[in-house]
């Protein structure tokens, strides 16, 4: 039965708040942060109430400004009849600062400009859309202008740190000004609609549950492939590689999600430490095995959806060693998973752009219908959980095929699409964790302790991949052949994700 989108539920209402973005008119801002505010306020989520500041260095006009965000915001406009009117009527909502929070120039200036227009109580949230060097000032900053109430919030996201000891040092500086429950640590797949579904999946039906663990599960995949490149981040991404740039995040929460126990509730707190106690529990890599466990790749020249695609090196235009592909087969020692193996990976340039969870079971321990299944009979059962695109549920089971000629097994799937189901579109994941902080919910924001121990599993990882060459792939390919060697001893191997063309 096919459902259409509701309209918005009570539980989506949002007291009026203030959001001060400092870098407001920058990549970020534009790209991400004020187009998720005005999807929001097409929703009524967003009101009339709401007031947003975009404060940067050099602010130019408001109109200018406007020049700038238009063209991110097209799609939201053209998605309602009276976008036009509506995008100006939330633009009328903005207003521009000049702040230098290196100087401190501006600082009294915003104090003011805030104090004008807002009562104590409403929540104030300070958007940290600048580089993590500036972090540390721009706290000092708002603390002494006395921009540091109760009601005040500090938004800010990766890179959180280049290795332990940064990430510390960035946590300690935002923990001097502000409350760890003032911090909300954004990892922007943890606001992806599939990527919350994941925690309805486990912990809202009781089928899966009882299969969830290393009795029924042979091992679990997860692949973000990505078919962009260095898209004129040189100088951010020649430091930090597949593995800092998506591996300690991204594809850790994910393996959180996917592999942690249920918390008693869902509730900020308990659901961050039961992610915790997963990355606690992976088991060190061990540098002399890591050959086993770890491949890294480079893209070189190929084509990417029929179009050729310069090398990693002529892109950046010098020679590098850094990683635009890594795989890693990880362990979690406890007794759910003690011998499940998780293989993730994630690659620039890769064939398509295409994130999934593939969840495998274990092959029937006894085969009645021996005689009659066919080879792809045999196939174990999977789950196949699509994040992104076309979003949705794949379970591959196994039925007879039609007809006479015996009991011969095929596989076949229960296809959950989120699109043909829902008819909505999914709302971006910052429009979710915007509204998060303003609602006060930290669920689906990082805790300084899960950044810490992903970065301390990490650390001797990167120190160790480092030393070696990654081996170049072809743009437009799944990433380098070693890859398959992580399945050593295993007739597994990596899915490529399959998508429709769109
Ligand atoms: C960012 C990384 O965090 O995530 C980028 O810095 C990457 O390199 C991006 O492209 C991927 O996000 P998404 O939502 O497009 O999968």
């Not at 970020?28 to 404060?55: C, E, H, M, N, S």
């Not at 006009?61 to 309602?80: M, N």
């Not at 466990?293 to 892109?315: C, D, F, M, P, R």
């Not at 992104?388 to 039925?399: T, V, W």
């Amino acid at each position: 039965m096919k459902q259409t989108a509701s309209a918005l539920p009570d539980s989506a209402a949002i007291a009026p708040s203030d959001y001060v973005i400092i870098g407001g008119t920058g990549d970020l801002a534009l790209r991400k942060i004020f187009p998720a505010f005005f999807y929001r306020y097409l929703d009524g989520q967003v009101t009339d109430a709401f007031r947003f500041v975009a404060a940067a260095r050099k602010t130019g006009t408001l109109d200018e400004f406007i020049a700038k965000l238009r063209p991110f915001c097209e799609d939201a406009i053209a998605s309602c009849q009276d976008g036009e009117a509506q995008f100006a009527q939330f633009m009328k909502l903005v207003s521009l600062t000049t702040l230098d929070v290196g100087t401190g120039k501006g600082g009294e200036d915003l104090k003011a400009f805030i104090d004008e227009r807002i009562s104590d109580a409403r929540p104030v949230i300070f958007y940290m859309a600048i580089s993590p060097a500036l972090f540390g000032a721009s706290c000092q900053l708002l603390q002494k202008v006395g921009l540091v109430t109760p009601s005040a919030r500090l938004v800010v996201e990766k890179p959180l740190g280049h290795d332990a000891a940064s990430a510390k040092a960035i946590n300690d500086e935002l923990r001097a000004v502000f409350d760890e429950d003032s911090i909300y640590r954004i990892d922007h797949y943890l606001g992806k609609e599939t990527v919350q579904n994941l925690m309805a999946l486990r912990f809202a039906n009781t089928i899966f549950e009882s299969q969830w663990n290393n009795t029924s599960i042979d091992h679990i995949q997860i692949t973000v492939a990505e078919s962009v490149g260095l898209e004129g981040r040189a100088s951010y991404y020649n430091h930090y590689g597949a593995l800092r740039d998506m591996i300690q995040n991204h594809l850790m929460q994910l393996v959180c999600l996917v592999a942690m126990e249920p918390p008693a509730q869902f509730q900020a707190n308990q659901v961050r430490d039961e992610k915790l106690r997963v990355l606690r529990a992976l088991r060190p890599v061990n540098p002399e095995q890591l050959s086993d466990n770890l491949i890294i790749g480079q893209y070189g020249e190929g084509h990417v959806n029929g179009t050729k695609a310069a090398s990693y090196e002529t892109e950046l235009g010098e020679p590098s060693k850094i990683d635009t592909f890594a795989a890693l087969k990880l362990y979690i020692e406890n007794w759910r998973w003690a011998g499940v193996p998780f293989y993730i990976r994630t690659g620039k340039r890769m064939a398509l752009r295409a994130s999934e969870i593939v969840v495998t079971f274990k092959k029937r321990s006894h085969d009645i219908f021996a005689n009659g299944a066919t080879s792809s009979g045999d196939l174990p059962n999977q789950l196949v959980i699509r994040l992104q695109p076309q979003e949705g549920l794949r379970l591959q089971l196994i039925s007879k095929q039609p007809g006479p000629g015996g009991m011969r097994l095929f596989p076949s799937e229960l296809n959950l699409s989120f699109d043909d189901t829902f008819k909505t579109r999914l709302p971006d994941a910052y429009e979710r964790l915007l509204m998060d902080v303003a609602r006060g919910n930290q669920t689906l924001f990082m805790r300084h302790d899960e950044v810490m121990a992903a970065w301390d599993f990490m650390d001797p990882i990167i120190a160790a991949a480092a030393e070696k060459a990654p081996e170049i792939y072809p743009a437009g390919s799944f990433g380098p052949a070693a890859q398959e060697q992580l399945f050593d001893g295993t007739n597994a191997g990596w899915q490529a994700p399959v998508i429709d063309k769109e």
